[in-house]
C-alpha cells in the first residue's frame, strides 16, 4: 500500500515537473525570437541610415537584412553598452532595451539579404 501511494506521488510530481520545465521552455524561446512587428515600429529611426529594407545606400552604413539573429542582437548591445566604438550608433543604441533590441534583430533577420 505504502509503496503504491509513493508511486502515484512521484509521478505525480514528475508531471508537474515537466509541465513547469515546457512552460519555462516556450518563454525562453519567445524571449530569444523577438517580436517581429514591435521591431519593424522601433526600426524607423534606423531605416534612415540601413535603408528601409535594411539594406543602406551608403558604403559606410551596413546592410542589416537577412543577417544573423544572435550576431544583430549582440552588436546592438554592444553599441549600447559601449563595448563595440562607434559614435554615430552608440548614442543611437543608447536608450533601447534588451526587448527592443531582440526585437528589432528579429525584424532585420527576417528582411531578405539584398533587398530583393
Ligand atoms: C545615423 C546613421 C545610423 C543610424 C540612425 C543607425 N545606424 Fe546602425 N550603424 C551605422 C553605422 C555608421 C554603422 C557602422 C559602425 C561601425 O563602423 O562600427 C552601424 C552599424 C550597425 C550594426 C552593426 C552591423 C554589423 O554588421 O556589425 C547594427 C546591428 C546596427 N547598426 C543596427 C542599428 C539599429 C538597430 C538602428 C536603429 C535603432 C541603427 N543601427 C541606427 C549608422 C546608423
Known amino acids: 500500500m505504502t509503496t503504491t501511494k ?3 506521488g512521484t509521478s505525480r510530481t514528475m508531471k508537474m515537473l515537466a509541465s513547469s520545465a ?22 524607423a529611426i534606423c ?9 543602406s545606400t551608403m558604403d559606410m552604413w551596413p546592410n542589416l537584412a537577412g543577417q ?15 563595448v563595440r566604438k562607434d559614435s554615430v ?7 533601447l532595451t534588451d526587448a527592443d533590441i ?3 534583430a528579429a525584424y532585420y533577420n527576417s528582411l531578405p539579404a539584398g533587398g530583393s
Open 47 to 55: 531605416s534612415s541610415c540601413h535603408g528601409a529594407a535594411g539594406v
Open 102 to 104: 531582440d526585437n528589432l
Open 6 to 8: 509513493t508511486g502515484t
Open 89 to 95: 550608433m552608440n548614442s543611437v543604441a543608447i536608450g
Open 68 to 82: 544573423k539573429t544572435v550576431y544583430l542582437a549582440k552588436q546592438i548591445k554592444a553599441f549600447r553598452d559601449g
Open 22 to 43: 515546457l512552460l519555462a521552455a516556450s518563454f525562453a524561446s519567445s524571449a530569444l525570437a523577438g517580436d517581429i512587428e514591435a521591431g519593424k515600429a522601433s526600426a
